[in-house]
C-alpha cells in the first residue's frame, strides 16, 4: 500500500518563484537602461568639460560620429554605449578663427602747423597667418597652412591629402593656373578617442557603477 503525502501550495510556490523570476529580470534589465542614458549624459558632460567640440557633434544622430546607447532587452540583460570612431572635423570644435601675422609696418610722417613737430605714425602690415583651433580647452594652436573657403562655411582646408601614415602636408602650389589639388578638409580626433582619455574615464566610469547599484536596488525593492 502506498502512501502519498499531498503538499498544498505547491503551485502557487511555483508561480511566486516564476513571478520573482521574471520581476529580477525586469529590474536587472530597467537598472542597466537607466544607467546607460545616465552614463551617456555623464559621458558628454566630461567629454565637453576637456574638449572644446560642438555639443551637436555629440548628440548626432549617425553612430559613426556621436554617442548612442544600445539597450537591454529582457532576453539579453547586456547594454552598451557606443561612441563614434568617425574623426571631428576641425569646424566641429567652437572658437576656430582666422589667424592673424604682423609682417612689417608702414610707417608714416605728418606734421602740425601750429606746434612745428614731426609725428611718426605706424600702422601694422597684417595678413593671413592660417587657422587658430583650440581642441582641448585652454590649448590654443595655430596651423599656418590651414585656411577657410567662405562658400563652404566653417569647415577648414589645406592642400594635402591622407594616407596611411596620416595627413600628407603640401606646402608649395603644384598648379600654376586654376584649382591646386588635392585639397582637404582638415579633421582631429574622433567622439570615441575623447570619450576614452584618461582624463575624461576617470570622471565618468565610477559614478555609472554607482548609478547602476542604485537603481538595482531601487527597482528590485518595487518589483519584489
Do not use: C
Amino acid at each position: 500500500m502506498q502512501t502519498k503525502i499531498k503538499i498544498e501550495g505547491l503551485n502557487k510556490l511555483r508561480q511566486w518563484a516564476d513571478h520573482v523570476d521574471k520581476n529580477t529580470k525586469i529590474g536587472v534589465q530597467m537598472a542597466i537602461n537607466d544607467s546607460l542614458r545616465f552614463g551617456r549624459t555623464r559621458i558628454r558632460e566630461d567629454i565637453a568639460k576637456e574638449y572644446n567640440v560642438k555639443l551637436g557633434r555629440l548628440y548626432a544622430s549617425d553612430r559613426k560620429k556621436g554617442l548612442h546607447v544600445k539597450p537591454a532587452y529582457y532576453n539579453n540583460l547586456q547594454g552598451t554605449i557606443t561612441a563614434g570612431n568617425m574623426p571631428v572635423g576641425l569646424s566641429g570644435f567652437n572658437g576656430n578663427r582666422l589667424a592673424v601675422e604682423t609682417t612689417g609696418y608702414n610707417i608714416s610722417f605728418a606734421s602740425s602747423i601750429k606746434t612745428r613737430k614731426m609725428r611718426v605714425q605706424r600702422k601694422a602690415i597684417r595678413k593671413a597667418g592660417g587657422i587658430s583651433v583650440e581642441i582641448k580647452k585652454g590649448r590654443r594652436d595655430v596651423i599656418r597652412s590651414a585656411f577657410k573657403i567662405p562658400k563652404y562655411g566653417s569647415l577648414v582646408f589645406a592642400r594635402g591629402n591622407y594616407s596611411a601614415f596620416g595627413f600628407l602636408w603640401r606646402h608649395r602650389r603644384v598648379n600654376t593656373t586654376g584649382q591646386d589639388k588635392p585639397i582637404e578638409v582638415l579633421n582631429s580626433t574622433s567622439v570615441a578617442t575623447m570619450a576614452l582619455n584618461k582624463h575624461t574615464v576617470l570622471r565618468y566610469f565610477l559614478p555609472i557603477h554607482r548609478k547602476y547599484e542604485q537603481e538595482l536596488q531601487r527597482q528590485l525593492k518595487r518589483l519584489l
